[in-house]
């Protein structure tokens, strides 16, 4: 064979193999732009699926005003306009309906760790944020976070700044309070007739984490459903203040649990000798946490439990 042939031959191959390359390229990097959702997310979004409560409450908070398609099950009583028939119902934050999703065609989709194993299958239908303030180690920034930045998708930057600066202020002021009266403070949460432990870097660790409350228990092991733990544990623990969410009431079922610390051992303890055992809003602080309304709640609630 002519050189000459021979050359041509492997321009034909080099020509063949950089398209390949290129192709190649081009897909990985739609794939890319793809996965990462949250940038393709359009200004001012006018059809949103809200799964997590605590965004609603920011969206209701922020006058934001987009259809909306909501989970009505288990809905918190203070969001209970949303289950209205103006918005359309998608089930619950856990069993929700993904052909109604679809069907509803949203511009955006904002999940919370509930779902986010569903994460990539809603990413199919549109652009996914995830709100991280239930598993974020830092809750206060990462609520601050989520506020600012729908704030600025809908084009109302100055009522979240308004809102996030009287959130602070609320910080700051408990914090000063729990300064000056730092009582030794268990969380737990009542579900079932069982009771589970939360601390610092949990679920529940804004009380400690932002707001300067004293760790009752250092030890407490961070997990997802908390540690569990029984009423001899609570009576060798002895808090000063213990503070309460009960699940079972925060989902509308028939609970075991309220009169669960009623008993002989807690009784012994500082808590319930100074009439500290505080029930908390189950709504705010087990389905909503996150959002303006809720955290200047849960806030309140922690403050006045310190003053008491």
Same mark, same amino acid.
Request: no cysteine; hydrophobic share 40%.
């Given at each position: 064979?002519?050189?000459?042939?021979?050359?041509?031959?492997?321009? /034909?191959?080099?020509?063949? *193999? &950089?398209?390949?390359?290129? *192709?190649?390229l081009l897909k990985f990097e739609g794939k890319s732009e793809k996965q990462a959702g949250v940038d393709n997310i359009p200004q001012n979004p006018q059809r949103v699926v809200v799964l997590d409560y605590g965004t609603l409450d920011t969206f209701d908070a922020l006058g934001i005003d987009a259809k909306l398609a909501v989970p009505k099950n288990y809905m918190p009583s203070y969001l209970s306009k949303y289950k !209205?028939?103006?918005?359309?119902? @998608? &089930?619950?934050?856990? %069993? *929700?309906n993904l052909e109604t999703i679809n069907a509803f065609k949203p511009d955006l989709i904002v999940i919370s760790a509930r779902? $986010? #194993?569903?994460? #990539?299958?809603? /990413?199919? @239908?549109?652009?996914?944020? *995830?709100?991280?303030? !239930?598993?974020?180690?830092? $809750?206060?920034?990462?609520?601050?976070?989520?506020i600012e930045f729908f704030g600025k998708l809908f084009?109302?930057?100055?009522?979240?700044? %308004?809102?996030?600066? &009287?959130?602070? !202020?609320?910080?700051?002021?408990t914090k000063e309070k729990a300064?000056?009266?730092?009582?030794?403070?268990?969380?737990l949460i009542a579900n079932d007739g069982k009771v589970s432990a939360f601390g610092s870097g949990s679920r529940f660790g804004l009380v400690h984490d932002a707001l300067?409350?004293?760790?009752? #228990?250092?030890?407490?092991?961070? &997990?997802?459903?908390?540690?569990?733990v029984n009423f001899e544990y609570i009576a060798e623990l002895n808090p000063d203040l213990i503070l309460v969410i009960d699940r079972s009431a925060a989902i509308g079922v028939s609970s075991k649990n309220a009169r669960i610390l009623?008993?002989?051992?807690?009784?012994?303890? +500082?808590?319930?000798? +100074?009439?500290?055992?505080?029930?908390? #809003?189950p709504e705010c602080w087990y389905l909503s946490g996150g959002g303006i309304i809720s955290i200047k709640k849960m806030i309140s609630e922690v403050e006045n439990a310190i003053s008491k």
């Open positions: 064979m002519k050189p000459l042939a021979i050359r041509k031959i492997k321009l /034909s191959i080099a020509a063949v *193999f &950089g398209m390949a390359v290129l *192709f190649l !209205s028939e103006k918005y359309t119902n @998608i &089930g619950g934050i856990k %069993e *929700f779902q $986010q #194993d569903y994460k #990539d299958k809603l /990413s199919e @239908i549109a652009p996914v944020y *995830f709100v991280k303030t !239930s598993i974020a180690k830092d $809750q206060l920034a990462e609520t601050i976070k989520n084009g109302v930057p100055h009522k979240a700044k %308004e809102a996030v600066e &009287g959130i602070l !202020s609320d910080v700051g002021r300064e000056k009266n730092p009582l030794k403070t268990l969380v300067g409350v004293p760790q009752a #228990d250092p030890n407490i092991k961070v &997990g997802r459903h908390g540690q569990l009623d008993n002989a051992l807690v009784a012994k303890t +500082n808590a319930a000798k +100074n009439n500290r055992i505080v029930k908390l #809003d």
